[in-house]
């Protein structure tokens, strides 16, 4: 079983990478970005709590969103591995990841870490942002604070994996393709 996150602040393609990825090595995504904008979609209670934060470029809980993976891991216990996308976000949620899977008798396999410059990042952001309708993506200022939640809260989960052995940076600031391109060589390297 192959399991991979794919790491990196706001912007940085991990999404659109997932998709790639999924394709290609046939892992099942879970992206807690996208689960959270479903409920918030749907108004359900836990979609209209996490609106509170996602407005103001906030991390969503972690109870929140470890309750949402532990689900998730439940309900597709027959997949041949996982991409995680946007998870986890905080060394919390990191050794809650592992002790999930412990208890499937499996563990991450890899973090991918996507490098990009932050004024990229900005610049992708808000280019969305004219176009999907997303709170997040639309105000310079709340794309500003995730960044900022990102610098406080995510980057020590690298050193949690570092520790590990289990921690690789990939050039993000390429185009799609070449991206693409970078994390298949690492995820090939860990098939052979
Ligand atoms: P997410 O939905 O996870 O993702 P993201 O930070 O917006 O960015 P991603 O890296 O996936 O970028 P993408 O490929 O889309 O998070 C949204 C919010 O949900 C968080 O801020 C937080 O509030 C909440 N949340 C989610 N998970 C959480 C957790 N675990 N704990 C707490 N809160 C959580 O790419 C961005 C743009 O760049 C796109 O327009 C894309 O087309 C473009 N792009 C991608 N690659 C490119 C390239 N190589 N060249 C040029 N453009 C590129």
């Known amino acids: 079983m192959v399991n991979l996150i794919l790491f990196g602040p706001p912007g940085s393609g991990k999404g659109t ?4 990825i999924i394709e290609k090595y046939g892992l099942l995504h879970l992206s807690t970005g ?3 904008r479903f409920e918030m979609a749907a108004k359900t209670p836990l979609g209209q709590e996490a609106r509170k ?11 929140v969103v470890i309750g949402m993976i532990s689900s998730k891991l439940d309900a ?22 592992d002790k999930l899977l412990a208890l499937k008798k499996t563990s991450i396999s890899i973090v991918l ?12 952001l808000l280019n969305r942002g004219l176009t999907s309708g997303r709170s997040d993506d639309a105000d310079e200022k709340v794309v500003k604070a995730r960044i900022v939640e990102y610098h406080s809260k995510t980057a ?16 993000g600031n390429g185009s799609e393709a070449e991206v693409f391109d ?3 060589r690492e995820i090939d390297n860990l098939l052979v």
Do not use: M, W
Not at 80 to 94: E, K, L, N, S, V
Not at 156 to 171: E, I, N
């Open 53 to 63: 934060f996602i407005d103001q470029g906030l991390l969503v809980p972690d109870e």
């Open 156 to 171: 020590p989960v690298a050193d949690h994996y570092a520790r590990f052995g289990k921690f690789r940076t990939v050039k």
């Open 17 to 20: 990478q997932s998709t790639k």
């Open 34 to 36: 996208d689960l959270l």
């Open 76 to 97: 597709n216990a027959e997949a041949r591995g996982f991409i995680f996308d946007g998870f986890p976000r905080t060394t919390a949620q990191a050794e809650a990841l």
């Open 182 to 184: 970078l994390l298949c």
């Open 113 to 124: 870490a996507l490098e990009v410059p932050e004024d990229e990042l900005i610049r992708r």
